[in-house]
Every structure is written in C-alpha cells, then in structure tokens.
C-alpha cells in the first residue's frame, strides 16, 4: 500500500508519499514540500530528519538493536574481525575468502607510508593533540596519492580505501611516538592489522612488543564495534563534505573533526577523567550523579545518553563484559572499571536518568580497556576514528554511488535585522 499524509496550510490540502525502509521505518518524503507550499521544516539538531535512504547499518534505539549489513553486531563481535568487518561495510557483502586476502594484501602493502610524509609530523609541538594530527594527515595523504582524488573505478576505490585504511593507523602510532618522542617503528608485513598497530605504538627498535591474543581479539572487538553507526555527527560530516564531491581523505579528515568533540568521539577521554577524578577523592559517585541532574552545574555525566538508544548501547554490553575479561587476563584490578560500574547502577535506578532513558553508551567502558592494553588517554578518540573509517568509507561510497545523490545544502528561518542602511564608522 502506498501510503501518504496530507498537510493542511491555509485551507489547502497537500499530500505528500510514505518512505517504508526494509525494517518498516517510515518516513514523509518532503522533497516537494517547498516547491509546493513554500514551507520548509525546521528541526534543531536533525533528530527528526532523515538525511538519506542506507543500506549499511540498522539501529532499534528502543530494542537495542545494531546490525552491519543485517548481521547483529554480537554476532561481528565474537566471530568476526575489523578488516572482515570493514569489507563487509565498504563492498555491502561477507567476502568470499580470496577477495578477503587480496583485501589484506593491499593493507599490507599500504602500511608504511611516504618517507617525506614523515617529516611533517615533525611540524608539530610535541603538545599537539593527536586528533588534530590525524585530521591534518589524512588530508595530507591526498597529496601524496592525487591519482586517487578521482576515483575512476571499482579498482580504483577499492586501492584508495585500502590505502587509507591501513595509513590512517600507522599515522595514529606515528603521532603516538612523536608526542613521547619515541623513533618511529615501521609497519611490519607479517602481522595482522591489530597487532601491526601495537606493534607500531608500542615496540622499540631492539625490543619487538609480543602482542596477546587476548588483547588482539579486545582491541579487534572495539574496533568492530566503532565501525559505524549509520547518520551520527562525523558521519555526516563526512556525508556533508563528500556530496561537494570532495574527494575521500578530504571528507574523512572533516570526519576526524567532528568526532573530536565531547558530546561525540571525544566522550571516551571525558568519561575516563571524570572516573579517575572519583578515584582521586576529587568527586564521589553520589555527587557525579546529583552534579548531573543539576541543570544549572553545565555537568553531564559521560558515556551515558544517546540521541538514538532509548535502551542499552548494545556496544556498551559487549565492552563491559569485554573490560572484566581483559582486565582478568592481564591480572589488573583497575579500580576504575570499579567506580565505573558503581556509576552504572546508580544512574540506572535514578528517576532522572530513568524518565530521561539514560543508559551508558559506548564511550562508557572503552576506556578502561584500552588504558588497560597501555593506549594512552589522548590517544582514545584517536582509536575511535580507526574504528570508524570503515564506515566513513562505506557511507561515503554509497553516497558517491547514487545517481540521486545532491549537494547538502539546508536552509534556515532568518531572525537577524531586516533591512538596515550602513552608518559611516564617525556616526555610529
Ligand atoms: N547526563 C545528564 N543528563 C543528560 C545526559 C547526561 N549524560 N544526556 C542527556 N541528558 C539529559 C538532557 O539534559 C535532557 O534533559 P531535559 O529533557 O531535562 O532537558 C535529556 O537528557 C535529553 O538529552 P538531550 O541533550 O536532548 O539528548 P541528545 O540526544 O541531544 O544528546 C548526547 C545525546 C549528546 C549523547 C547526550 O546524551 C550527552 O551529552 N551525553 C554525554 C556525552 C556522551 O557520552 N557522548 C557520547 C555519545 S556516543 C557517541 O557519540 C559515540
């Protein structure tokens, strides 16, 4: 059935189509709206916009629902790993074994980068935050790749998300190494994706650093499970810059810096400096919560919320059973995740956060587990944007792909002055 709804505006009935996505989401097509009544909708925040129709990624806020492509991500989270799961993202399909080795190989071989490219990170204090160094880099890498700022064909993307996929964690470790002004250490061919990045932030030119397969699989896990979460902030940054026809390491940059801010990727360093403030006696758990509900403190608590989950963050479930197994392994007894879980259950039987449908989300247990593997605070948000390229790739894909796809321009309700005469700067 096709479905509509009719819109009444100065006695005039306007009828506009009913979008039914695979899930039974449903949406008014407004397309025609301006040309037909000369209305435009107003929504603050876009929580009521729907920016594109998708194929990549389903979230149930209310259920707790998040799937890649149709699988549940519990399912990519115990069985799968990041560079399958980017695949999977990127290409819309599970791939079949040889198209998943050739994959690998051009990550692989894309690891090390440029020799010259090395220098500009000697550009930067050693002070400098390691986001605003992984946005400048990814658009550097442009530069050093121009044959793939046109993207002529499949190949062509294929070697261009590869490139950037596996570069964007090499220059992740370089930024590392450079703010403890430690030596680069180069990519090496025989490991995996994961390890390869450890390796890269932790060895030391006469001291290989031996990766666990435990903390492969958690850091794997979170990688996963950042890989994309349909139209966010960052994402639609990159959604934004792409549809200028922007080219992929421009638009993922931008997506960087989106995913920089507190209320977004920036969460996860903000939700570990306020449990290690509890910890320091600075703040009790009691009055993190009060202080939260407390609209006049400007106080909220991190790594609970979410514009979507009226539920739990299905990634957060994953990540808290993942911080007391690694924690275990690695024989820490961090007495964060402690506080963490103290917060947990407090927020949880809050009236507050109870009508409000708080519920942690994914920033709220990460932390603990990459402080626990040794990956530095400042470096979190940084692993976040690892994690998400995939998805970036993805969405900026299926964006390019359509032959429907415009410029993202919205409008706006003027409320600024109406029409006023310039006064000579002696009069005024
Ligand atoms: N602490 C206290 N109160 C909160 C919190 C919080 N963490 N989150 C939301 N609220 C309150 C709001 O004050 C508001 O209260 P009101 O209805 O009395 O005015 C109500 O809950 C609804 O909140 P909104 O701000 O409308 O929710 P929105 O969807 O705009 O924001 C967001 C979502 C930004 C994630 C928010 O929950 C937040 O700031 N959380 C903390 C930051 C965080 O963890 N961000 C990471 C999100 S996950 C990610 O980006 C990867």
């Known amino acids: 059935m096709n479905e509509t709804v009719k819109l009444i505006y100065r006695d005039k009935t306007f009828e506009f189509p009913v979008v039914t996505g ?9 397309t025609q709206l301006r040309s037909q009544t000369g209305l435009i909708t107003l929504d603050s925040g876009y929580g009521n916009t729907g920016a594109c129709t998708s194929a990549i990624t389903f979230i149930d806020g209310d259920k707790g629902i998040l799937r890649y492509r ?7 989270a115990e069985k799968s790993r990041f560079v399958e799961v980017a695949w999977l993202l990127i290409f819309g399909r599970l791939p079949k074994q040889d198209e998943l080795d050739r994959f690998s190989r051009r990550l692989t071989a894309n ?14 204090p050693t002070s400098a935050p390691p986001m605003a160094i992984q946005s400048a880099m990814i658009n550097t890498l442009a530069c050093f790749h121009p044959q793939f700022i046109t993207l002529g064909d499949e190949e062509a993307f294929e070697e ?26 180069y990519p090496d061919p025989k490991l995996k994706y994961v390890a390869n990045f450890l390796h890269m932030m932790f060895s030391m030119p006469y001291d290989q650093y031996v990766v666990e397969p435990e903390i492969e699989h958690a850091l794997n896990q979170i990688l996963i ?10 994402t639609s940054t990159v959604r934004m810059v792409g549809s200028s026809r922007a080219n992929l390491f421009a638009s993922a940059a931008a997506g960087v810096c989106a995913l920089w801010g507190p209320l977004h990727g920036g969460a996860n360093v903000e939700v570990l400096e306020q449990l290690e403030a509890i910890h320091k006696g600075g703040l009790t758990p009691q009055k993190c919560i009060e202080m939260a509900k407390d609209k006049t403190s400007g106080f909220r608590l991190m790594g609970f919320g979410h514009r979507i989950y009226k539920n739990f963050d299905p990634r957060a479930k994953i990540l808290k059973a993942s911080a007391e197994k690694v924690l275990n392994k690695l024989g820490i007894k961090d007495p964060l ?7 947990e259950q407090l927020a949880l039987k809050d009236q507050y956060f109870v009508d409000r449908k708080l519920y942690p989300n994914v920033d709220f247990y990460s932390g603990i587990i990459m402080r626990a593997i040794g990956i530095p605070v400042n470096m979190f948000t940084v692993m976040f944007s690892i994690g998400r390229m995939p998805g970036w790739i993805a969405q900026w894909k299926e964006q390019h792909d359509d032959p429907n796809a415009r410029i993202a321009r919205p409008r706006q309700i003027y409320v600024g002055p109406t029409v006023q005469d310039y006064v000579p ?3 005024r």
């Not at 695979?22 to 407004?30: C, F, H, L, N, P």
């Not at 149709?70 to 990519?76: C, R």
């Not at 499970?225 to 960052?234: G, K, T, V, W, Y």
């Not at 995740?337 to 917060?343: C, F, K, N």
């Open 337 to 343: 995740l402690d506080i963490a879980m103290q917060l």
């Open 225 to 234: 499970l950042h890989a994309d979460h349909e139209q966010n902030c960052s």
């Open 22 to 30: 695979t899930e039974g989401e449903k949406a008014i097509d407004i």
């Open 160 to 185: 261009a998300a590869a490139r950037l996929l596996s570069k964007v964690r090499t220059i992740a470790a370089y930024a590392y190494r450079r703010s403890i002004g430690r030596p680069f250490i």
């Open 70 to 76: 149709g699988i549940p991500i519990e399912q990519l």
């Open 111 to 124: 690891a090390p980068i440029h020799e010259d490219f090395k220098y500009h990170f000697g550009g930067f």
């Open 425 to 427: 700067i002696e009069n």
